[in-house]
């Protein structure tokens, strides 16, 4: 999220991020998403929609006297992507001034690596990465700390161009065949994951394991940025496209779905989407931390009753659409409707979560780290 555009309202830098995490499956997606560059980032309202809603509705008793101040930076917040609901709409309804927090959204960077190293740096408090960065940086001994779940850990979607999925149709392989078989068919591709090291990478380096392909051999892996994959894309460079939310083929035209989301059925556990700071500011600033948890599980309360005809719904998908104006309202709507059942997640940051986070990461990271849960978790933030 960003040092973005000043609000004329509050005089306070607000931007926003990436949504629809699990974007719907589609075949040929030719919206405006899909052209040169990442589309501007509107600024965030100093008020959210009238419509009334549950976190309008719960301010805690913590949030009563001064507002406290915070940082918070998200990342690639141009995207569309589930996991960051919470700080997105959470700021364009208010909901971090009805805890008691005055934010100042920082720049967003691209990828977690870079975002963790800013907050690292103190040029933010707080940022929602994806676990593999904050894993990444404490176990290069860097004070990087967890504090909260955003999503649970899953399976990124892939397409492939058009013209590959002919090629593996004529040797009788189709999205429909078993994802084991389509996973070995990419033997010999340009395959692309949106962060080198990152969540992206580490998933196709398990997937590829899983059937028996080295990823360093058998295919040639081109990480990078969602930005640079894009464009690699649209000049035939790319055979494959992954991002770190399933199925983002929104960035990708002519995309044709070969891994769709929940497709894949072998285990994963640990963080997908965490809030990090660092050491120190979770020992001075406990309260802040539990503030900015508590707008995360007012928001979670919120997208599990956004039901059909619900106000929370629709209150969702205006602040969606006034953060993402070039992507089609039909399109936020559905993708909305089909993610939401993923954001079923606890906050709270237990044990086993977070041993599962690092044994996720070194089961798929080429350099491993050496980890407990303590040497991750914000003290006074790890459950037991």
């Known amino acids: 999220m960003h040092l973005a555009a000043r609000d004329p309202a509050t005089s306070r830098s607000r931007r926003a991020l990436r949504f629809l995490s699990t974007l719907l499956v589609v075949s040929s997606i030719t919206t405006a998403c899909a052209g040169a560059g990442a589309p501007p980032v509107p600024t965030v309202p100093a008020a959210g929609p009238t419509t009334s809603t549950k976190p309008a509705e719960s301010a805690p008793a913590s949030a009563a006297g001064a507002p406290l101040k915070v940082r918070i930076l998200v990342t690639i917040t141009d995207r569309c992507c589930l996991n960051y609901i919470p700080m997105l ?33 103190g040029q933010a408090d707080v940022t929602n990465i994806s676990a593999a960065g904050a894993v990444a940086a404490a176990g290069a001994g860097r004070p990087a700390r967890i504090l909260s779940v955003v999503s649970l850990d899953f399976w990124a979607g892939m397409a492939v161009q058009p013209e590959v999925a002919a090629k593996f149709a004529s040797q009788g392989v189709t999205p429909k065949a078993l994802w084991q078989e389509k996973m070995q068919a990419l033997k010999g591709l340009r395959v692309f994951g949106n962060s080198a090291g990152g969540p992206a990478e580490i998933r196709l380096r398990q997937l590829f394991q899983a059937v028996g392909m080295d990823a360093d051999k058998d295919v040639t892996f081109q990480p990078g940025t969602t930005e640079s994959g894009g464009a690699a894309w649209r000049s ?59 707008v995360q599980k007012q928001m979670k309360e919120m997208v599990m009753a956004a039901k059909p005809g619900s106000n929370e719904r629709e209150a969702i998908l205006k602040a969606l659409q006034e953060q993402y104006p070039k992507v089609p309202a039909e399109l936020i709507a559905k993708s909305f409707d089909t993610g939401r059942s993923i954001f079923d997640t606890e906050n709270e940051l237990p044990r086993q979560v977070v041993q599962d986070t690092i044994d996720s990461y070194n089961q798929g990271a080429k350099d491993k780290v050496n980890l407990k849960p303590e040497d991750l978790a914000a003290p006074g933030f790890l459950k037991t």
């Open 236 to 294: 035939k460079q790319l055979d494959t496209f992954t991002c770190c939310e399933p199925a983002t083929f929104q960035l990708v035209p002519d995309a044709v779905v070969w891994l769709a989301p929940g497709e894949i059925d072998l285990p994963i556990k640990g963080a997908g989407e965490i809030l990090a700071t660092t050491e120190q500011f979770a020992r001075d600033n406990p309260e802040t931390l539990k503030r900015i948890v508590n």
């Open 89 to 121: 709409i959470g700021a364009r309804l208010g909901v971090f001034e009805k805890n008691g927090l005055d934010v100042d959204w920082i720049p967003q960077v691209p990828g977690a690596s870079p975002a963790m190293a800013a907050t690292l740096s």
